[in-house]
């Protein structure tokens, strides 16, 4: 069973014609393109460029924890909702295994008779 907690405000970035910037992303993460267009490049690890591009009112959830490239177009301002994912958090596993051990340890009654 996992317990929630609840959501963080988000954040809201903006990236002035061309500007460029590293953010910190966890995965899970959603950015929501309120105004311009971005391009996103997820933190290199192999040396694979893979870009995407968010366009106002579209959406793109991180896959990917790291320090993201963003880049705004040249044109105009961008402007950025970054909607961080809830925290789970996992409870202890060791009650219910001790339940199960003292349950199985303890001797069976049988009714003889």
Known sequence: MTATTPASEPEWLALSRGQRGLQWLAAGTTLV???GTLRLEPPSRWGAAVRYT?????AHVVETSGWWHLHADA?????LRIVVPTLRTQRSAWPGMW???A???QPRQTSRG
Not at 54 to 58: C, E, I, K, N
Not at 75 to 79: E, F, L, T
């Open 99 to 101: 339940r199960w051990l």
């Open 75 to 79: 044109g105009v301002n961008a402007h």
């Open 103 to 105: 349950h199985w340890i």
């Open 33 to 35: 393109a309120l105004e």
């Open 54 to 58: 968010l366009s106002a009112g579209h």
